[in-house]
């Protein structure tokens, strides 16, 4: 697959069958084309089947039975008068029946080519039930991970965001959309979703424009270039304008300045929430608000429908509005050749679930595991060496919950569990006992805590598997509290007391605050939701059949209050240091006011999370050296080309994630302390040497200035590179303006 070409040739909305089947359409079959009606558990139920008839509907949402998905697509094509076929949408976030990890475990990967891969495979199970329109990517950088939609998201930084998500859109999309397997992807959440207050779900996003194009818009941009054929309006309110009637975002930024022709959905009502949020006083206005911003269809709502003919009719809406969000979406039908070829024949399909899929599960699995800890290198198990394991934890055999959130059709009799991975890798020579300890990951009774205990003192190492079930993860479902749930860290305190060594397995849909667990715990691999193949690449990973290689792609924090913590912060008028700042047992009660370090920091946290951004472990180590730079002085407008070299220092061959990373120093506005500009995950052998090249050109180094427009400016910029984003190893350089 050519994994580098955008989306391609797409039927422009100036075609002439558009303009034509325009010219045909009456008002009401055009506000029809606007509309996305429910089908969910009631199908094809008779409100659908009259508007089908109708034409007074242009996509279904939630039918994912391909018999019906047929009928429906019949109806519309032979029995309404225009005869025009139905977009089919549905959330296939990360996998369809083979569920793959959640989109932030994706993210740990590092790895495009096998995000594209894994949106491929989603694309093909989910065409073959008659699906042709995903609600993905989720594209909202997230800081928060209070913020339960953190787990669909590809984490804190733009960069990684956009390079993922724009590789998902071309595994949805693929060569052509007008291919049987091909799905149109949608970028969601546009704009600003992840800045929610509190990390509490829906709320006001206040974020600045320069806050917005530097950060919340690339990941956006990204996916319009690679092509997206949809994007989907964020519920929130950003700014005081929510983004479903915020014509700044959808005309200005997404059509004039990136000079799209997406369309542009609403999400689920968020036409009408308008009036529930006060912008507008009824669905009329809300209507109104809505069109003349720019969202073309409305998600599941009755807005439209109810009031844009009588808006038109008024004069209140220019009917041009109309024909120019029916023409984007007529084109998209023409762009997926329904119109020539409306029905699904499954047939042509491979079963879901399988080989090639299940394999790209499991290899999703394996590269998105992050080892933050191996103390003594505990890791990887010697199944030689182990006469019994003991294998604890209420995720431990989980099924349904290692597939995370939004999994609408992902199969959990497909999932193999971490303990099932074990008995079937080690199980023939090392005996496995296995104790839950705890009914869910809530479960507050630790009455077999001590059950847990002694099958810890009988065996020679301990595996606890540990996290959050999938329900506590995805949309509004918030924490305000991260640490483990129920008496999750109890378990591990009693464990450790046995003296046994305890590898933690973190399955979770967010960073969590593992500050109080960690410390008891010999090694911890974070493993996510990690979906159907979970259990394979957990075992083989502890046992060393596979080397972990995943990074993480969003902060953990050593405590809730930090957040929002990440590693692209500013830098502040009082930036923290290890000598400039005091902890809260250290204080000397008479301490005068302006002793304690006067930078930004916390006395009981420090100002660092517990793992950064960028980090994770192997069972190998990597040494960079020799980081040069062509030039160290370059002209404003030309690349920027660094070299360094990179060495497998140890025993094993490994992957490393090389990351590069920016720091502008002065500029028209603050510029951030580091940005992520470029990574590659690198595979070397054992001692094997390599000179890695980075070439940052002008656009890598641009950002937008008070005047919104994106340019890299003149001066000094420090460069480093390495395994995370604390990395030490830097050069400096200039650019420089005539
Ligand atoms: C939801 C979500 C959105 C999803 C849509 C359809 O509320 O916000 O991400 O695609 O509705 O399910």
């Given at each position: 697959m050519d994994r580098s070409r955008p989306s391609p040739s797409r039927v422009e909305i100036d075609d002439p069958r558009v303009t034509s089947l325009l010219g045909e359409m009456t008002l009401t079959e055009k506000i029809g084309q606007l509309h996305q009606i429910n089908a969910g558990e009631a199908h094809l139920h008779d409100h659908?089947?009259?508007?089908?008839?109708?034409?007074?509907?242009?996509?279904?949402?939630?039918?994912?039975?391909?018999?019906?998905?047929?009928?429906?697509?019949?109806?519309?094509?032979?029995?309404?008068?225009?005869?025009?076929?139905?977009?089919?949408?549905?959330?296939?976030?990360?996998?369809?029946?083979?569920?793959?990890?959640?989109?932030?475990?994706?993210?740990?990967?590092?790895?495009?080519?096998?995000v594209q891969d894994a949106a491929r495979i989603a694309a093909r199970e989910a065409a073959a039930s008659g699906v042709n329109w995903t609600f993905s990517p989720m594209l909202d950088v997230s800081r928060d991970p209070r913020w339960g939609r953190i787990a669909e998201s590809f984490g804190e930084d733009p960069t990684l965001a956009g390079a993922l998500g724009a590789a998902m859109v071309r595994g949805y999309q693929g060569d052509s959309l007008a291919n049987p397997v091909s799905l149109a992807a949608c970028a969601k959440h546009f704009a600003g979703y992840g800045a929610v207050e509190g990390?509490?779900?829906?709320?006001?996003?206040?974020?600045?424009?320069?806050?917005?194009?530097?950060?919340?818009?690339?990941?956006?941009?990204?996916?319009?270039?690679?092509?997206?054929?949809?994007?989907?309006?964020s519920f929130s309110d950003i700014d005081g304008v929510p983004a479903t009637a915020n014509r700044w975002l959808l005309r200005t930024v997404l059509r004039d300045e990136w000079g799209s022709d997406a369309m542009v959905v609403s999400d689920w009502d968020s036409v009408r929430q308008l009036a529930i949020h006060g912008l507008a006083a009824n669905d009329r206005e809300s209507a109104y608000q809505a069109i003349t911003a720019g969202v073309d269809m409305e998600m599941h709502g009755e807005a439209y429908v109810g009031h844009l003919e009588a808006l038109i009719g008024q004069g209140v809406v220019a009917l041009e509005l109309i024909d120019q969000a029916v023409a984007r979406i007529l084109a998209l039908?023409?762009?997926?050749?329904?119109?020539?070829?409306?029905?699904t024949d499954v047939g042509s399909f491979p079963p879901p679930g399988a080989a090639d899929a299940r394999a790209v599960a499991k290899r999703a699995a394996l590269e998105s595991a992050v080892l933050v800890k191996n103390a003594s290198d505990v890791l990887p198990l010697n199944a030689q060496a182990l006469d019994r394991l003991a294998v604890i934890g209420p995720l431990a055999d989980a099924a349904h919950d290692q597939l995370g959130t939004w999994i609408f059709d992902g199969d959990p009799?497909?999932?193999?569990?971490?303990?099932?991975?074990?008995?079937?890798?080690?199980?023939?020579?090392?005996?496995?006992?296995?104790?839950?300890?705890?009914?869910?990951?809530?479960?507050?009774?630790?009455?077999?805590?001590?059950?847990?205990?002694?099958?810890?003192?009988?065996?020679?190492?301990?595996?606890?598997?540990?996290?959050?079930?999938?329900i506590l993860s995805g949309e509004a479902h918030c924490r305000a509290d991260i640490d483990l749930p129920g008496a999750q860290t109890a378990l591990v305190r009693g464990l450790a007391e046995e003296g046994r060594p305890v590898i933690g397995v973190i399955m979770a849909g967010r960073p969590?605050?593992?500050s109080g667990v960690v410390e008891h715990l010999d090694a911890v691999l974070i493993a996510w939701h990690g979906g159907a193949m979970a259990g394979p690449a957990i075992a083989e990973l502890l046992f060393g059949h596979a080397a972990p290689s995943g990074k993480l792609p969003a902060s953990f924090p050593r405590m809730v209050g930090q957040v929002p913590i990440y590693h692209s912060h500013k830098r502040t008028g009082k930036p923290p240091?290890?000598?400039?700042?005091?902890?809260?047992?250290?204080?000397?009660?008479?301490?005068?006011?302006?002793?304690?370090?006067?930078?930004?920091?916390?006395?009981?946290?420090?100002?660092?999370?517990?793992?950064?951004?960028?980090?994770?472990?192997?069972?190998?180590?990597?040494?960079?050296?020799?980081?040069?730079?062509?030039?160290?002085?370059?002209?404003?407008?030309?690349?920027?080309?660094?070299?360094?070299?990179?060495?497998?220092?140890?025993?094993?061959?490994?992957?490393?994630?090389?990351?590069?990373?920016?720091?502008?120093?002065?500029?028209?506005?603050?510029?951030?302390?580091?940005?992520?500009?470029?990574?590659?995950?690198v595979h070397l052998a054992a001692g094997e040497r390599r000179s890695i090249t980075c070439r940052l050109t002008a656009q890598d180094l641009a950002f937008a200035g008070r005047d919104g427009r994106r340019r890299?400016?003149?001066?000094?910029?420090?460069?480093?590179?390495?395994?995370d984003s604390q990395a030490p190893v830097r050069a400096d350089f200039w650019l420089e303006d005539d």
């Open positions: 659908l089947a009259w508007a089908l008839r109708e034409g007074r509907v242009g996509s279904v949402i939630n039918e994912v039975e391909v018999d019906i998905v047929n009928e429906m697509q019949r109806m519309a094509v032979e029995e309404s008068r225009l005869g025009v076929p139905l977009l089919i949408g549905r959330d296939v976030i990360h996998g369809f029946k083979t569920v793959m990890p959640i989109p932030l475990a994706q993210a740990a990967s590092w790895d495009p080519p096998l990390g509490r779900d829906y709320a006001a996003t206040n974020v600045p424009e320069n806050e917005l194009r530097n950060v919340y818009l690339p990941p956006f941009q990204a996916a319009v270039e690679a092509g997206v054929a949809t994007l989907m309006t039908k023409y762009s997926l050749h329904l119109f020539d070829r409306p029905y009799g497909m999932s193999i569990t971490p303990l099932q991975a074990l008995r079937e890798l080690v199980g023939d020579h090392v005996d496995i006992a296995y104790e839950p300890a705890l009914a869910t990951s809530r479960d507050r009774d630790m009455q077999r805590i001590e059950t847990a205990a002694t099958l810890a003192r009988q065996a020679d190492a301990v595996v606890v598997c540990l996290g959050e079930e999938a969590l605050t593992l240091s290890p000598e400039t700042i005091a902890h809260i047992d250290d204080i000397d009660p008479r301490a005068p006011q302006l002793s304690l370090g006067m930078t930004s920091f916390h006395l009981d946290a420090g100002y660092t999370p517990l793992f950064p951004f960028g980090y994770g472990l192997t069972y190998t180590t990597f040494t960079y050296h020799d980081l040069r730079l062509e030039q160290a002085r370059v002209r404003l407008g030309e690349d920027v080309v660094a070299h360094v070299e990179l060495e497998n220092t140890g025993s094993r061959e490994g992957v490393e994630v090389v990351q590069w990373y920016v720091r502008d120093l002065v500029g028209s506005v603050t510029r951030p302390v580091r940005e992520l500009k470029a990574f590659e995950r890299a400016e003149a001066g000094e910029f420090h460069l480093w590179v390495g395994g």
